[in-house]
């Protein structure tokens, strides 16, 4: 039977700084203290059915059927049972957090960013040689070529190439800016003219544009990206303010 590994705080925080995810800790603290005075202004509290809900979900997804599974599971991490609670209570407190706050704001904010959350269902090649690329697009045009066919022989990546360059649902933010550009301005079913970009040649093959409808995985992608701004302002702030410090101190 092997000795137990013990590790002094002092070493742990060692470790941190030379490996440089001292910052990165520090960041999740902050992030912590924000979202749990955020919660405590508004009187946001976890009941004792949502943490052992959120307790079912994370041991079947995480495959830790027996209780034995449990309690392994928290030992290699080096948590208490304390400690497994107050990670679900966060992640909780995280989730109603992000709902008081932005919850109202995503019919607005979908409004104002509409064209943003389109979609194109699309085929690529991406290809070095610009003479190539023209060549092929206009066999293409002409139909002596099928794209899928272009695709198997000249895609590098396998799985890419297996599916004939299907890229599949990609939201306007997904795609290089010139390349979004051409792409909502064309119509379905159509094999774009050679773009390119600083990754290469590329041939699309537009197969559907699809237009943004608010249904409730939208609605929760906005929550999660307004709410994911809100941290980095946290952040930011946190950040000016250790520089102010800092300032004062010299002065």
Avoid at 56 to 77: G, H
Avoid at 134 to 145: H, K, N, V
Avoid at 177 to 187: H, L, R, T
């Amino acid at each position: 039977m092997s000795d137990i590994f013990q590790v002094s705080p002092a070493e742990i925080i060692h470790q941190l700084k030379i490996s440089g995810q001292m910052s990165i800790v520090i960041e999740a603290i902050a992030v912590y203290r924000a979202i749990a005075n955020t919660a405590s202004e508004a009187e946001i509290t976890v009941e004792i059915g949502e943490l052992q809900q959120a307790s079912n979900k994370f041991r079947a997804a995480n495959q830790l059927e027996l209780e034995t599974d449990t309690w392994l599971w928290l030992q290699k991490q080096g948590m208490s049972l304390d400690d497994f609670e107050e990670m679900l209570r966060v992640t909780i407190l995280s989730a109603k957090v992000s709902q008081h706050l932005f919850a109202e704001q995503v019919e607005s904010y979908f409004a104002n960013n509409y064209l943003n959350y389109a979609g194109v269902v699309m085929y690529e090649i991406v290809l070095d040689d610009e003479d190539l690329a023209r060549e092929l697009f206009f066999s293409l045009q002409e139909g002596e070529l099928d794209f899928h066919t272009v695709a198997r022989e000249y895609i590098q990546d396998e799985e890419l190439r297996r599916v004939g360059g299907y890229r599949g649902l990609l939201r306007r933010s997904d795609l290089q800016p010139e390349i979004s550009a051409v792409i909502f301005a064309a119509k379905p079913n159509r094999i774009l003219k050679p773009i390119v970009t600083a990754k290469g040649v590329h041939l699309i093959l537009v197969e559907e544009i699809v237009q943004p409808e608010l249904n409730e995985s939208l609605r929760k992608q906005i929550i999660s990206d307004l709410f994911a701004d809100w941290v980095k302002q946290q952040l930011e702030g946190i950040r000016l303010v250790e520089i102010e410090e800092k300032a004062s101190v010299v002065n």
